[in-house]
């Protein structure tokens, strides 16, 4: 019963390096999210994907691509990382049907980009 | 454009008083009001939901009330206690429809003090 695993918890990057951050979850939810939170900035949208084989931009798209797998995982990829993408990153998943649509977060996932 | 306003100061209080955080929002009629709780280096965890018709929701020592004429949620923690000591984040669900975006205010750290 582990709910939404990120991983990796930390990374250091350089700028220009390439990486992933994986999600999985094991709720059998429909939509999962990908969410950067900042100091002051709050959480803000990054991508997601409301059912399996879709993806659709968030608040703060640019620099970043994803990956809907399968039903269980959503990936997001920084093709050439940049300083201003050093936050903590959070994936999160919602079953998707009619009634409350609340979040299922995992523990996060902190980059930081020298 | 759409706003939510929670007081990114912290709010320290004793123990064994009423906490009340607020959230505020502007140009946005939101169908339900979310809040999180998220404690340091971990992902926000649900607490409780309130509909657009819905005046007040209870749960235990929380208390969420909900007024769209303000356009403000009231959350309050009942008899505090040390380990209510968190940041929390109230969300706005337009519509409640899966794939629809929560929007996330900057969240409110609370301190309980012995």
């Known amino acids: 019963n582990a709910g939404v695993t990120q991983t990796p918890k930390f990374q250091v990057l350089k700028t220009g390096q390439s990486m992933t951050l994986q999600c999985a979850q094991d709720m059998n939810h429909n939509s999962m999210y990908w969410y950067r939170q900042d100091p002051g900035m709050g959480l803000r949208l990054i991508y997601y994907s409301a059912s399996e084989g879709t993806t659709d931009k968030g608040e703060v798209p640019n620099g970043y691509n994803v990956s809907r797998l399968n039903k269980r995982e959503f990936s997001l990829r920084l093709e050439s990382a940049a300083p201003s993408q050093t936050s903590v990153y959070f994936c999160a998943s919602i079953k998707g049907v009619t009634g409350a649509n609340v979040l299922t977060f995992g523990a996060g996932s902190r980059l930081t980009v020298l | ?114």
């Open chain 2, 1 to 114: 454009s759409q706003k939510i306003e929670q007081n990114s100061e912290a709010l320290n209080i004793q123990e064994g008083k009423t906490a009340t955080l607020t959230c505020n929002y502007t140009n946005y009629s939101p169908a339900y009001l979310q809040w999180y709780r998220q404690d340091p280096g971990r992902g926000p965890v649900f607490l409780l939901l309130i509909r657009e018709n819905e005046k007040e929701k209870r749960k235990e020592r929380l208390k969420v009330t909900f007024d769209t004429t303000l356009k403000q949620s009231l959350f309050h923690i009942t008899a505090s206690q040390p380990a209510d000591s968190a940041t929390y984040l109230c969300a706005l669900d337009p519509n409640n429809n899966a794939g629809n975006m929560l929007t996330f205010g900057g969240g409110t750290r609370l301190m309980v003090k012995p």
